[in-house]
């Protein structure tokens, strides 16, 4: 293992075990957020560790016990991860300051961040299982951290629903065994595709199974229930992680199992996924749109958007996956703004009703500012980041002869702009039920500047991602090629 991949495999369980000292640390010198210094360096040595696997094109996969793989699928899904994790936790140094468990709560953002990074890197069922436990116990304790009884009961229905995505998830790999004899992904798509006959009835199930427990973790309907609540219950920055983060660990996964294990049985699970992807972008536009409370309406706005992400593993082409892997990284970075930009308001209004944001283009004109741009850029307006992924999703369903998936994916971008729109025009055209200025906290006003840098960036000029994300198409699904 060269030192990018020891930098990204080793350093941020090192740092997570000792944020406890650090914090004791802190108090004796009278410094509170040394803890939160502390957890940028051990977000930014990885960080450092995956770009110089990443600099020069797709590493060369590298398998590591037998169960993980430095690739440029894991390498890729590393740098979104430890990304968002970096954003929101500068963002947390304002947001998070009174909470008395600094050290639990950055120690567990490090934990649930080493647990995605080794779902991406995971070859084998076993370790892909303990990794998704490493990423979901750290978030369950995460959205109770506040203590309160909105934040325990979010944390409660967060709990329960993981842990039978968990039991199913388990159940399907005890098939997948049974069936194939290993839990290594790459045998388990050589017995699926030459020695079992292509409608084995317990290799189907496992596949259920197995889309059934990974959407609960995606938000795709009908595994969504707990999506509103835990969103709403959490603090702003661990809504956040849990959008822009956990939810693509979730992606991770998914695409992981179905394009690598069962690519075999691709024309099965294609239209199952299409018929979800259809109800999930449906479902969390319509739902987004009758919600008086911003953070409900992100909820199910990120419901939506697991819909259009599904559209690329819907269509068995590798300019699909190409699109979908884009468009998680999207997402992580909208969603990652839109959650900071509700943390920097509710921390000067103290609520989150829509009506509350009447003239906050005036009050709080860099916040608002900046929650335009990443509104504006989930609806897919050009030439953000968001438009550029939805239009290759798009594209990749009518070259996969699914033009009827991107047209009901076209008609939903374009009727979410009715509730992001309606955000907008509240903030610069309607007036303000309180009069005068808000300070804007700069460290996450700074953040925000950032994530819609990126979303501009990204929209006018994907070309260096994208020739990287086909590469990795390429390596993920071979047999996908055109």
């Avoid at 006959?197 to 317990?202: A, I, Q, R, T, V």
């Avoid at 822009?244 to 294609?270: C, E, H, M, Q």
């Avoid at 930009?341 to 860099?366: C, E, K, Q, V, W």
Wanted: charged fraction near 10%.
């Amino acid at each position: 293992m060269d030192l990018g991949g020891s930098l990204l495999l080793l350093t941020l369980p090192l740092f997570a075990i000792l944020t406890p000292m650090i914090q004791g640390l802190g108090k004796r010198l009278r410094i509170k957020m040394l803890v939160g210094w502390w957890t940028v360096i051990g977000l930014l040595i990885p960080l450092f560790g995956v770009m110089t696997l990443i600099i020069g094109g797709v590493p060369k996969p590298t398998l590591l016990f037998g169960v993980l793989s430095i690739d440029g699928y894991s390498a890729y899904f590393s740098l979104v991860f430890l990304s968002i994790t970096l954003l929101i936790t500068v963002a947390s140094f304002y947001y998070m300051r009174e909470n008395p468990n600094l050290d639990t709560y950055f120690g567990l953002l490090l934990f649930a961040t080493y647990g995605m990074i080794l779902i991406a890197f995971s070859v084998d069922l076993i370790a892909l299982f303990l990794s998704w436990e490493l990423m979901n116990i750290p978030s369950y304790i995460l959205t109770g951290i506040q203590k309160d009884s909105t934040s325990n009961e979010a944390a409660i229905k967060f709990f329960i629903l993981s842990a039978l995505s968990s039991a199913l998830i388990i159940y399907a790999i005890s098939l997948t065994f049974g069936i194939t004899g290993s839990t290594n992904l790459f045998v388990v798509a050589n017995t699926l595709g030459t020695v079992l006959p292509k409608l084995d009835p317990l290799a189907l199930l496992a596949l259920m199974l197995f889309i059934a427990g990974f959407g609960m973790k995606v938000a795709a309907v009908p595994f969504h229930m707990w999506i509103p609540d835990s969103y709403e219950g959490a603090p702003m920055t661990v809504g956040a992680f849990l959008a822009a983060g956990t939810k693509n660990g979730g992606f991770a996964a998914l695409f992981r199992v179905l394009v690598v294990a069962f690519i075999a049985l691709r024309f099965d699970w294609s239209g199952t996924i299409a018929i979800i992807a259809i109800l999930t972008m449906t479902l969390g536009n319509v739902a987004a749109l009758m919600q008086k409370n911003f953070t409900r309406m992100l909820a199910y706005s990120s419901i939506a958007q697991a819909g259009y992400i599904l559209i690329g593993l819907a269509v068995p082409n590798q300019l699909g996956i190409a699109g979908a892997l884009f468009h998680i990284l999207n997402h992580g970075v909208m969603k990652t703004a839109a959650f900071l930009a509700a943390a920097a308001i509710f921390s000067r209004i103290s609520t989150t009703s829509l009506d509350s944001y009447a003239g906050l283009g005036r009050r709080m004109p860099i916040t608002a500012f900046t929650l335009t741009i990443a509104l504006f850029a989930l609806a897919g307006v050009p030439p953000l980041s968001g438009f550029m992924s939805k239009l290759i999703l798009f594209t990749a369903a009518f070259d996969g002869q699914l033009w009827w998936l991107a047209l009901v994916g076209v008609l939903n971008s374009a009727f979410s702009m009715s509730y992001y729109g309606w955000v907008v025009k509240r903030m610069y055209f309607d007036d303000p039920i309180v009069q005068g200025k808000l300070s804007e906290p700069k460290a996450i006003t700074s953040i925000l500047i950032v994530t819609a840098i990126i979303i501009i960036v990204l929209g006018i000029f994907p070309s260096p991602v994208l020739t990287y994300l086909f590469n990795v198409a390429n390596y993920l699904a071979p047999s996908l090629a055109r």
